[in-house]
């Protein structure tokens, strides 16, 4: 830095400082006026932020999962939905034909002990005689969940299993929602299903159709007996069962972790009715499914605990597991009487993490993962904090957890933020529903909280009501002030993600969400693209910088440093949200930096605005409210940049490197060692005098991880190795 530009930086600090507070990071500006950030981009005071900083969380509401991220097309695929009390309804399920034709039922007839409840259909008509059948056939057919996507030239595996009698004679086949176009068909013969015998046929669609149906139907007289039915698309994600695109649109968050499977799906409203996880492992089968008496409707559980570590490993997310801890909304169990639900823990975590040899962990091998899944996280119940029996029994699953894994990170429900919890835990979660301007005010709620104790999760970060809509841009640009707060307390705020993420445009039980979607269609809500501002914070540096204006709240920002892994070129990115009405004038002063240290090429700017913040986005027009990229002309180290009325701006600066990042992985960590002022006789470490010799182009292949000394698993104050000497950057 030269002595004019300090002299520069120091005489505007001075005159800022008459009228506003040097610590003021966020403030209300009055019609077109001027603004001042001031960032320091060395090391000495820059902050690591968290690998796992920004996630998601995923729940079992809206048909999320059941009708949405999981593919199966089949509603109610092994008729369970309707209670083991039979006769029951088959629902979603219809007949085709009329009484005289056949009469449908159920019975506890199923070759599975976990499900019993099977279809019995008696076919009255035959194929000559009085009575004949029609020429389509009489039987039944699912509609799935509002409608199936079938598209042609694309292929469906379809199980069932049957029974009958008499020899069989069935069509399996996708009817176009007029019910009059097939799409794709299959005739079953066979001579003895005197006992239950397993179908599978791979069907190849003809045509396409976004409401279409599965149907079962026969012209030959008798009885037949059908249970678990399954239709899947053959190309979902690797062959792991999600819907590719609605997957692609959480992968391209590039989230840390993915919490699952809730939320208050986890608990129930009656613990009869909680997610109970050794229910939903093993063949799909052999699952008996359970109501969710939270949200209302019905799951398989084709989307289980092993799917849900194998949907954080697709992604290349930690998982964090929410297990019920003997609490559900309604009836807790007593403390005296938990010990068979810690085993009940114990066993899941076995089951994720045991070698494969164990008793949970074959199981687990047996399913097609012999590696251990990557659980580091687990949460003791949700927002059951305030409930009599919640200390007593966090404490049991506490000790019993960490006596076994003393690595796994426990979460409290407990609030930890301003006050000091009286139990231990690792972290503790943090959930917020508000409206948009409390929301935004909220940015400053871990200035003050202790760096001492456990980390915050925000597991659960909403606006709701009026302001948020179906998805406004107001929604969004609260939320995006209240996440620039997180960043900036990422010493104090470990993780943090939106919920909900998911609604089935046609079950929105909680509004608004962050993707919407159908059968064939999906978008992202303002609060989805905003998310995207925030997906390369995880394990970038985090830059002190000062935002100087009139008194008040309207803007926030935040400046990280950050390396691009598509190109490998590093960038500064300031992030600031104007929730004002008032276009601002923004002066931004980059300190910190050896002479030009941006390139006056290559940097961009990023808007997400709209001409009015209640502004959605719909099926129809899916990115009306999505940001917008461009060129950022003049880029340097002092430059003028407009905030439109309520927007969220980014700007990513391409810097000529100064900085050194070197990424060594162990255990899927990345240690950064941050190396600044880089010369021709050596590297200056940022926080230290001590020079040592300059990194040469291939030192990140010489550098050997072992050779970095270690503290269990996390990094030792000073990493070592033959060619580098330095202190980690956080």
């Not at 819907?243 to 968050?253: E, P, T, V």
């Not at 089968?285 to 989307?303: N, S």
Request: overall charge negative.
């Amino acid at each position: 830095m030269d002595a004019n530009h300090s002299i520069y930086g120091f005489l505007l600090f001075f005159f800022i400082g008459l009228y506003a507070s040097f610590q003021c990071c966020a403030t209300e500006i009055g019609a077109n006026q001027t603004a001042w950030l001031f960032v320091n981009a060395s090391q000495i005071s820059a902050k690591m932020i968290p690998q796992t900083m920004f996630g998601i969380s995923f729940e079992e509401i809206n048909h999320s999962g059941a009708g949405g991220l999981w593919a199966e097309l089949v509603n109610n695929r092994g008729f369970e939905a309707g209670g083991q009390n039979t006769p029951s309804n088959i629902g979603p399920w219809s007949i085709l034909g009329d009484e005289s034709l056949l009469i449908v039922s159920t019975e506890r007839a199923s070759c599975f002990d976990r499900n019993e409840v099977a279809l019995r259909m008696e076919v009255l008509c035959d194929k000559d005689g009085d009575n004949i059948c029609p020429a389509g056939g009489v039987g039944v057919y699912n509609p799935g969940f509002w409608g199936m996507n079938i598209e042609g030239g694309k292929k469906y595996k379809v199980t069932f299993y049957v029974r009958s009698l008499n020899p069989l004679d069935i069509s399996v086949s996708f009817i176009g929602s007029s019910g009059l176009q097939t799409l794709a068909t299959a005739n079953i013969i066979a001579a003895d299903v005197s006992n239950w015998t397993k179908v599978e046929v791979q069907l190849e669609a003809k045509g396409t159709d976004y409401n279409s149906r599965l149907q079962l139907t026969t012209t030959k007289k008798g009885v037949i007996w059908i249970d678990q039915v399954s239709a899947m698309p053959l190309d979902t994600h690797k062959g792991h069962g999600f819907r590719n695109d609605l997957f692609d649109m959480i992968a391209d968050l590039k989230p840390g972790f993915i919490r699952f499977p809730g939320g208050s799906f986890v608990e129930g409203e009656w613990l009869v009715n909680a997610f109970r996880w050794k229910e939903t492992v093993g063949p799909w089968e052999e699952r008996p499914g359970h109501f969710g008496d939270v949200w209302q409707y019905w799951t398989d559980d084709g989307l289980g605990y092993f799917e849900y570590l194998q949907l954080a490993e697709d992604l290349g997310a930690l998982p964090v597991w929410v297990f019920n801890n003997g609490i559900s909304h309604n009836d807790q169990v007593d403390t005296s009487v938990i010990l068979p639900f810690v085993q009940n823990i114990l066993d899941a975590i076995e089951f994720a993490r045991g070698d494969a040899a164990s008793p949970w962990g074959s199981v687990r091998a047996t399913m097609g993962h012999p590696e251990p899944f990557d659980l580091r996280y687990v949460a003791i119940g949700n927002q059951d904090c305030g409930k009599k029996n919640y200390r007593g029994n966090y404490l049991k699953f506490y000790t019993a957890i960490k006596c076994v894994y003393p690595d796994i990170k426990i979460i409290s429900n407990c609030d930890g933020s301003s006050k000091q919890l009286d139990h231990p835990a690792d972290l503790y979660d943090f959930h917020v529903y508000t409206d948009a301007k409390s929301m935004f005010s909220m940015a400053h709620n871990f200035d003050h909280t202790s760096r001492s104790g456990p980390k915050a999760f925000v597991s659960e970060y909403d606006v709701t009501g009026q302001d948020a809509g179906k998805g406004s841009l107001l929604k969004a640009l609260a939320e995006a002030g209240f996440l620039i707060g997180l960043e900036r307390n990422s010493d104090a705020v470990e993780m943090a993600s939106n919920a909900p993420l998911f609604v089935n445009a046609n079950d929105r039980r909680f509004n608004a969400d962050a993707i919407v979607f159908d059968s064939s269609r999906r978008y992202g809500t303002p609060s989805y693209w905003m998310q995207h501002f925030f997906k390369d914070s995880n394990g970038a540096i985090l830059l002190n910088s000062t935002l100087q204006a009139n008194p008040s709240n309207s803007l926030i920002s935040s400046a990280i440093s950050w390396q691009n892994a598509k190109d490998n070129k590093d960038y500064l990115r300031i992030k600031v949200v104007n929730f004002g009405s008032n276009r601002v004038t923004l002066n931004i002063s980059i300190d910190g930096l050896e002479g030009n240290a941006i390139q006056e090429t290559g940097s961009a700017k990023t808007i997400l605005t709209s001409t009015n913040v209640k502004d959605e986005n719909s099926f129809n027009q899916p990115k009306k409210v999505a940001p917008v990229t461009i060129p950022l002309e003049k880029a340097g180290n002092d430059m003028d940049v407009i905030l439109p009325p309520f927007s969220l701006t980014s700007l990513d600066l391409l810097r000529n490197s100064n900085i050194v990042q070197l990424k060594l992985g162990f255990q899927r960590k990345v240690l950064y060692l941050q190396l600044s002022a880089l010369t021709e006789k050596g590297v200056r470490d940022s926080g230290s005098s001590e020079t040592v010799p300059a990194p040469s182009d291939n030192v990140k292949t010489r550098l050997n991880p072992a050779s970095y000394c270690m503290s269990g698993r996390q990094p030792c104050t000073t990493c070592v190795s033959n060619e580098v000497i330095a202190k980690p950057g956080h």
